[in-house]
Structure formats: structure tokens, C-alpha cells
């Protein structure tokens, strides 16, 4: 079993109360969306119990995306998830991350510095932190080469 870097930043996107109904009443529990990314290229996204358990399944299920120069992304994307449609554009250096809560904790975590987001369709933030990492794993890297 592969050992995990403690260099992970982790970030609390949300928190719900949930219920299971019983014999005797309710019984209250709580689910956690955590994200984890080390600030450099790779992020990841876990769900459950407690926070803790969430920012394990992260750390675990992370993977590295292509960003362009560690500022930005190399260009425009649409990431989709269910009902869930982000849009991603790259921007000019200082313009800094112009996203909404669950799409600025995975770009800021993954360690873009610089990008114009979008959520269309719905605001639930499980979809739109499936949907931007749907949109990062489409990068593909820009070279010299291919710019004229």
C-alpha cells in the first residue's frame, strides 16, 4: 500500500445532516465533501461519513491534471456532470481564481492561480466538484511547437 504525502491541502466544500428514520425516531449523521490537492498540479475529491474519512478517500483518489505553467489552464473547457456544466477559461496572470465555492476549492487546491469559471445548470456541490474535475481531466498541454 502506497504511503500518503502529508503535503496535501485539504478544503471542506460541504457538510450535510442526514437522516436514517428507525424504530425509536431519527437518527443524525453527517456527510462531508472534502477536497485535497497538493497546490501543484494534483487534486482529488472524496465523500463521507466525517471529515476525516472524506479527506482519506481525497488523498487517495487524487490524480494529476496539465495546467499550463502552474498559472493557469493551457485552454478553454467545458466540464460536464449530470446536470452540472462548468466553464473553464484561461486568463491573463493577476486576474487571479474568478469561480463560485466548490469550483474555486478544486482549482485552488489543484494550484491554478489565474482562470474565468462558469456554473450553469445547477449549484449542488457534489455535481459541480465532479463536473470541474470531469473539465480538468480533458487538458491537453500546449507546446511552442504547436502555437504559430
Known amino acids: 500500500m502506497e504511503k500518503q504525502n502529508s503535503d496535501f491541502q485539504e478544503r471542506v466544500v460541504s457538510i450535510r445532516r442526514v437522516a436514517k428514520v428507525v424504530k425509536g425516531g431519527r437518527r443524525f449523521s453527517f456527510s462531508a465533501l472534502v ?5 501543484n498540479g494534483k487534486v482529488g475529491f472524496g465523500t463521507g461519513k466525517a471529515g476525516n474519512k472524506a479527506s482519506r478517500t481525497a488523498k487517495k483518489e487524487s490524480e494529476p491534471y496539465q495546467l499550463k505553467e502552474g498559472r493557469t489552464i ?3 473547457v467545458v466540464g460536464i456532470y449530470g ?12 486576474t487571479g481564481v474568478i469561480a463560485g465555492g466548490p469550483i474555486r476549492a478544486v482549482l485552488e487546491s489543484v494550484g ?9 445548470g445547477t449549484n449542488n456541490p457534489h455535481n ?3 463536473a470541474t474535475i470531469n473539465g480538468l481531466s480533458q487538458l491537453t498541454s500546449t507546446s511552442a511547437k504547436d502555437i504559430k
Do not use: F, N, Q, W
Not at 456544466?85 to 493577476?94: E, F, H
Not at 491554478?112 to 450553469?120: A, N, Q, R, Y
Open 35 to 39: 477536497v485535497a490537492g497538493d497546490g
Open 112 to 120: 491554478i492561480k489565474d482562470i474565468l469559471t462558469k456554473c450553469v
Open 74 to 76: 493551457p485552454h478553454e
Open 128 to 130: 459541480a466538484v465532479r
Open 83 to 94: 446536470a452540472a456544466k462548468v466553464i473553464m477559461l484561461p486568463a491573463a496572470p493577476g
